[in-house]
């Protein structure tokens, strides 16, 4: 087996199932889980319907490349939705949901045999970016967010000794969990490294559609093409459908950036077997070109945390985040309960289920920034989530 395999650690919802399992929920209350960030919302009828309209295109091998249409209707949303011209056939490149595809992209990336291989991720992060450092035979170093800068990542508390190791930097705006938002001069700042010492940056965009104001969040090659490098040099920006859509089960996105970079990674690909069935790729093409669903969709999630921020916010330190359908809430100091135990304490009071934000971080010069912290996603109906919240508000008033 390859050794690397023992450096991962277990995901965060195995951490939390062990948790559990000692915990009775409360019979008195039905169960409603905050903790999977699953999206729930219906999947429009029209894709559905595009979905199975494909099936006829099973009795071929599908192109790892996709059909050209499927990467044309991709670079035509990115025109519309960011104002930015990417060529559909040299840096489009669809993918099977981004979580496989930021995996895939560190193993082509990093070189191990370059002493001191890096990849910086943010602390906390999806713990996919740690995976894939380290299966890559890389380090991951762990940039801590900021809770006084609604939890945007402190970049400049890398040292420059890190920043000349690094190989890969993931990137995600808007955050998970925090739903932090980079704005451009933090994008001129990491453009400015990466030139320096010749990182590529990975930009993990899958919760751009999901936002609470009325500018939508920057996007990496936005951020790019505003500061005149419309090469998107040694930058790669990852889109799903999963939660713009509401299709998690449909596993489709797309990468976009610095041709160079799609090609090495359409070369590792084809050999990986990546290729999107034609019939996913019916239901995308359909997807990425309508907009309706998309704004009838974010309207579902404004109006929960309209609703839901407000009541938490009465007990909690939390608050309205930049964008995404996570809370990232602070466990009150008076409880004298850490996350993890705030975490159990609801299950059987009250049976919500939250997510600990240790789980979602690593300790880093001795603190875990998601400590005392719980991530709450806001996926099911707006009343099951008011519901949910009204419990967590009778939960904390319940303790003196």
């Avoid at 890096?118 to 602390?123: A, D, E, G, R």
């Avoid at 993931?170 to 938002?181: E, L, R």
């Avoid at 004298?336 to 299950?347: M, R």
């Avoid at 009204?390 to 939960?395: G, L, S």
């Amino acid at each position: 087996m390859n050794p690397l395999l023992s450096l991962l650690q277990p995901y965060p919802f195995e951490r939390l199932r062990q948790l559990f399992a000692g915990v009775t929920p409360s019979a008195a209350h039905r169960p409603i889980s905050l903790g999977i960030g699953e999206p729930r919302h219906a999947t429009p009828r029209f894709i559905q319907e595009a979905l199975a309209d494909g099936l006829a295109g099973l009795a071929s091998y599908p192109s790892t490349a996709g059909e050209p249409r499927l990467r044309e209707a991709c670079a035509a949303w990115m025109q519309r939705r960011y104002g930015v011209a990417v060529d559909p056939a040299t840096q489009v490149l669809p993918i099977n949901g981004s979580r496989e595809a930021l995996f895939a992209f560190a193993q082509t990336v990093v070189d191990a045999s370059r002493p001191g291989a890096t990849v910086v991720c943010p602390n906390p992060f999806y713990q996919i970016y740690e995976g894939a450092a380290l299966l890559a035979g890389a380090t991951p170093y762990y940039a801590p967010s900021d809770p006084a800068r609604n939890f945007a990542v402190d970049w400049d508390s890398v040292p420059e000794a890190v920043w000349q190791r690094t190989q890969l930097l993931f990137v995600c705006s808007p955050g998970n969990p925090t739903g932090a938002v980079m704005p451009l001069d933090e994008w001129d700042k990491l453009f400015a490294l990466s030139d320096r010492h010749g990182f590529v940056i990975a930009s993990d965009e899958c919760y751009s559609e999901i936002y609470f104001r009325d500018e939508p969040p920057l996007g990496g090659l936005e951020a790019a093409a505003r500061l005149g490098r419309t090469d998107y040099r040694n930058l790669m920006a990852f889109t799903s459908l999963s939660k713009r859509s509401n299709v998690p089960g449909l596993r489709s996105g797309f990468v976009a950036g610095d041709a160079k970079l799609i090609k090495a990674f359409l070369l590792y690909r084809t050999y990986h077997g990546s290729a999107m069935g034609p019939a996913v790729q019916a239901a995308s093409i359909a997807a990425w070109n309508d907009e309706t669903h998309v704004v009838d969709n974010r309207a579902l999630y404004r109006q929960k945390f309209a609703e839901v921020t407000p009541l938490l916010a009465g007990v909690m330190d939390v608050a309205l985040p930049d964008a995404g359908f996570y809370l990232w809430a602070k466990v009150p100091e008076r409880l004298g309960l850490d996350d993890a135990a705030f975490a159990q304490a609801l299950l059987a009071q009250y049976n919500v289920t939250v997510l600990p934000g240790s789980y979602l971080a690593r300790e880093a010069d001795g603190v875990n920034p998601g400590a005392q912290r719980v991530r709450m996603a806001l996926v099911a109906e707006t009343g099951e989530c008011v519901e949910a919240a009204q419990r967590i508000v009778q939960f904390i008033q319940s303790h003196p």
